[in-house]
């Protein structure tokens, strides 16, 4: 990264806010797309599946899924950031304060709301944790780390999320049409959002 594009990331101070608001939102998604029942994204039927084979709750396995793909990076070579860290922890706790709170929708079109909404949130939190420049989530970085190996991305992130999608849906996880939204619309939402939840350079900046 050079010199004249750390600006363009804010203070400190900022890039903090922005990574907690979005890991924050990124869990609440999750909650609310759990809620709607119309099915999860496949880390999340993974997460969901062995939530029911144990008794644990959904966030609790994000935070121990998440810290056990950390220690794939040790072969991998790749560094940790604070963000990293964070993301392990709040997501999960973020997701199971959702669940907990969220009144389970009955109505069909209460459950669609739901699940719109968690994309949205979704999306919007990864333009703005990633926007922090403060380190990857762990899933991220496992993928990244692959790329590195001479994967593409777009494989890497195939074959890893296939498979937690196969062996959560054989644990019990909901697969649905919701699983089908949130792999069609993902990607173009947080293109969208990417750019709007970075903070644009100081005009002094720019004419520099």
């Known amino acids: 990264m050079s010199e004249i594009s750390l600006p363009s990331l804010g ?3 900022s890039r903090l806010l922005r990574l907690y608001a979005g890991l924050a939102l990124y ?3 999750i909650g609310l797309q759990v809620e709607s029942g119309l099915g999860n994204d496949p880390w999340d039927v993974f997460h969901q599946g062995l939530s029911i084979r144990t008794g644990w709750s959904i966030g609790t ?4 899924v998440g810290a056990l793909v950390m220690l794939f990076w040790i072969p ?6 604070i963000g990293t860290i ?3 922890v709040l997501v999960g706790l973020s997701a199971d304060a959702t669940i907990w ?4 929708p009955g109505h069909l ?3 669609w709301l739901y699940l719109v909404t968690a994309v949205v949130l979704v999306a919007a939190a990864t333009g703005l944790y990633i926007g922090a420049g403060l380190g990857p989530g762990p899933r991220d970085g496992l ?5 590195r190996l001479g994967l593409s991305i777009r494989l890497a992130r195939t074959v890893i999320e296939l498979t937690v999608l196969a062996t959560g849906w054989l644990l019990g996880g909901t697969v649905g049409v919701g699983t089908v939204v949130f792999a069609v619309t993902i990607g173009p939402l947080t293109q969208f959002f990417m750019p709007l939840m970075r903070p644009r350079p100081h005009r002094s900046a720019e004419s520099a």
């Open 11 to 13: 203070s400190f101070p």
């Open 27 to 29: 869990g609440a998604g």
């Open 61 to 64: 396995w994000i935070i121990v």
């Open 76 to 81: 991998l070579r790749q560094r940790p950031g």
């Open 86 to 88: 964070s993301n392990i």
């Open 101 to 104: 709170l969220a009144p389970t």
């Open 109 to 111: 079109a209460a459950r």
């Open 143 to 147: 993928m990244t780390g692959l790329n």
